[in-house]
Nanobody, 121 residues
Framework: QLQLVESGGGLVQPGGSLNLSCSVSGSTFEYYSAAWFRQAIGKEREGVSCISSKSTHTKYADFTKGRFTISRDNTKNTVYLQMNNLKPEDTAVYYC??????????????WGQGTQVTVLS
């Protein structure tokens, strides 16, 4: 069973940047795809981006529009989400997950507790 802990959230101005990190415990992480999801108040959880186990494939939700970049370092058991040009509508709790490749939450069996991202309006 993997355990995931997100960090790096915070409060930023529109146009600002944040780099989220997800530290994963468990020796099998390198065999799993990883993803970032987000959930805003009153909305359903949605997929943001995912990355395959060896970083050969990535996928992004349309709303990221080139602003976000997912990466991972299997030597550090860490997944990253670099977010640039943040907008107020990006405000949400961001979750890291490990599982099969894709942007559907049903693909993932291990989840972190989330980190809050707030973009001032």
């Amino acid at each position: 069973q993997l355990q995931l802990v997100e960090s790096g959230g915070g409060l930023v101005q529109p146009g600002g940047s944040l780099n989220l990190s997800c530290s994963v415990s468990g020796s099998t992480f390198e065999y799993y795809s990883a993803a970032w999801f987000r959930q805003a108040i009153g909305k359903e959880r949605e997929g943001v981006s995912c990355i395959s186990s060896k970083s050969t494939h990535t996928k992004y939700a349309d709303f990221t529009k080139g602003r976000f970049t997912i990466s991972r370092d299997n030597t550090k058991n860490t997944v990253y989400l670099q977010m640039n040009n943040l907008k107020p509508e990006d405000t949400a709790v961001y979750y890291c997950a490990a599982g099969a490749y894709g942007l559907g939450s049903e693909m993932y069996s291990s989840w972190g507790q989330g980190t809050q991202v707030t973009v001032l309006s």
